[in-house]
């Protein structure tokens, strides 16, 4: 299974300024994804993150305020621009691997935006 | 919209009682996945299904798909507090590359 890391694992930011996260994989995939997880609640997919071509979001999300980078087949990042106290939640890189599509999760970023 | 609803929602039981899980869709899963997720930590996943009918055994965890893969189960048997922590379904429909997660099953298995 494919090892994830994500930094920063934990930030508290002011509202209106923006944070990138990064996600580095230890070995090429294809498909990479973005999910928020909102506190006590369930994952929610903000986009797919394709190398060397723009995101796909979902409905809901734009780029404008979850701009979206997939330079290689390892890494990506996901920036939150002009924070407000809505944005605070866990953030997750996932990777999907294997004939079974199996997912597997970084271990997350949590937000505060205060 | 496609939705996956897990019941129950919340779980408090004692350590050596059984538990099921459930995950409930109407639209058919082309594969279905379970994680557990604690605290500080991102969801791990415990198993793939993919046939209909399929039953998986992870050692006190029993993983069954629903015959026509719309719903599945997760049973833990003598559950331990080290099982604490949220359960989430996942599915993938068929004709899509997204899994879409369920609702989530919060337990707490009290010593």
């Known amino acids: 299974s494919a090892v994830i890391s994500q930094k920063p694992s934990r930030d508290i930011c002011q509202r209106g300024t923006s944070l990138t996260i990064q996600c580095q994989v230890d070995?090429?995939?294809?498909?990479m994804f973005w999910y928020r997880q909102q506190p006590g609640q369930s994952l929610t997919l903000i986009a797919t993150a394709n190398q060397g071509s723009e995101a796909t979001y979902e409905s809901g999300f734009v780029i404008d305020k979850f701009p979206i980078s997939r330079p290689n087949l390892t890494f990506s990042t996901l920036t939150v621009s002009n924070m407000s106290p809505e944005d605070s939640s866990i953030y997750l890189c996932?990777?999907?691997?294997?004939?079974?599509?199996?997912?597997?999760f970084g271990p997350g970023t949590r937000l505060t935006v205060t | 919209t496609q939705l996956l609803e897990q019941s129950p929602q919340f779980l408090s039981i004692q350590e050596g009682e059984n538990l099921t899980v459930y995950c409930n869709s109407s639209s058919v899963f082309s594969s279905l996945q379970w994680y557990r997720q604690e605290p500080g930590e991102g969801p791990v996943l415990l198993v793939t299904v993919v046939t209909g009918g399929e039953v998986k055994k992870l050692k006190r965890l029993t993983f069954q798909f629903g015959d026509a893969r719309k719903d599945s189960s997760l049973h833990i048997t003598a559950a331990q507090p080290g099982d604490t922590g949220l359960y989430l379904c996942?599915?993938?429909?068929?004709?899509?590359?997204?899994?879409?997660f369920g609702t989530g099953t919060r337990l707490k298995v009290l010593a």
């Open positions: 996942a599915g993938l429909f068929s004709g899509t590359y997204k899994y879409i």
């Open positions: 070995s090429q995939v294809t498909m």
């Open positions: 996932s990777v999907r691997q294997g004939p079974s599509y199996e997912q597997y």
